[in-house]
């Protein structure tokens, strides 16, 4: 699927993909990312997605892996740009928008009829303050909510993005203006 993200340099919108890759080609921890993507891609149930530039479409600017939960439920299991898009001096902004919202549309062709204009996220971090920023951050910046039901540890939280909430992110980040 064709984006666009912003380059941060010029403040100017490029042209961006995001497509399914196999387990083998998604990024890993010795690549400088935090998740090895390759290993948890290669799960049953378990789709990789990444983006990349039209100018650089061997570089992932971001990658996600979308699980169906017994086969059924589509979540987010583990999602992250690129490392050289996590700093204040980043390369790309809407990376993480355009994927989260390509997961979304993805529930209405990967997802059982329950679980269509549903995405849950999972988020899983050690350090309680950076599971809390992070919690915020995907209510603030995506209009997620917090799933209170799902039974998660202390390091864990489970957010929910439907209905209305996941059609504003594909307007926002998924649609050419």
């Known amino acids: 699927m064709r984006v666009k993200i912003v380059n941060r340099e010029t403040n100017t919108?490029?042209?961006?993909?995001?497509?399914?890759?196999?387990?083998?080609?998604?990024?890993?921890?010795?690549?400088?990312?935090?998740?090895?993507?390759?290993?948890?891609?290669?799960?049953?149930?378990?789709?990789?997605?990444?983006?990349?530039?039209?100018?650089?479409?061997?570089?992932?600017?971001?990658?996600?892996?979308?699980?169906?939960?017994?086969?059924?439920?589509?979540?987010?299991?583990?999602?992250?740009?690129?490392?050289?898009?996590?700093?204040?001096?980043?390369?790309y902004d809407n990376v993480a928008g355009c994927l989260i919202a390509y997961a979304f549309k993805q529930t209405f062709i990967l997802a059982e009829s329950d679980f269509q204009g549903l995405?849950?996220?999972?988020?899983?971090?050690?350090?309680?303050?950076?599971?809390?920023?992070?919690?915020?951050n995907y209510a603030t910046k995506y209009n997620a909510q917090l799933n209170t039901s799902e039974y998660l540890d202390a390091n864990e939280a489970m957010m929910v993005i439907i209905d209305e909430d996941g059609e504003a992110l594909i307007e926002k980040y998924l649609t050419y203006k």
């Open 119 to 136: 995405l849950s996220i999972y988020i899983s971090e050690e350090n309680p303050t950076n599971k809390d920023r992070l919690v915020k």
């Open 13 to 91: 919108e490029i042209t961006a993909t995001i497509k399914e890759v196999s387990a083998r080609t998604m990024p890993g921890i010795h690549e400088g990312w935090e998740f090895n993507f390759n290993r948890h891609a290669a799960k049953q149930n378990c789709h990789g997605y990444i983006l990349v530039t039209d100018d650089m479409p061997t570089v992932p600017e971001g990658a996600m892996i979308l699980e169906l939960k017994n086969n059924e439920q589509p979540i987010i299991t583990f999602l992250e740009v690129a490392p050289h898009n996590r700093t204040p001096e980043k390369k």
